[in-house]
């Protein structure tokens, strides 16, 4: 009988964390209040690219 509950339990939290719209927000924006205007263009650019492409970078991949 334990086991039965506790195997129930487990699906109903298992279900309960499957949420088909999860609460997220998806909108970027700079960090920076003061970012130059060529930060500025540069960040929009990558969004703009980034709605039909794929964007891949990294930082001192040497170090």
């Given at each position: 009988m334990f086991l039965r509950?506790?195997?129930i339990l487990g699906?109903?939290?298992l279900l309960h964390g499957c949420d088909p719209?999860?609460?997220t927000n998806t909108t970027f924006g700079l960090s920076?209040?003061?970012a130059?205007?060529?930060a500025t263009a540069?960040?929009?650019n990558l969004?703009?690219?980034s709605a039909e492409h794929v964007l891949v970078g990294?930082?001192?991949a040497l170090a």
């Open positions: 509950s506790l195997t699906l109903l939290m719209t999860p609460d920076d209040t003061q130059s205007s060529m540069l960040f929009n969004q703009t690219l990294h930082h001192d």
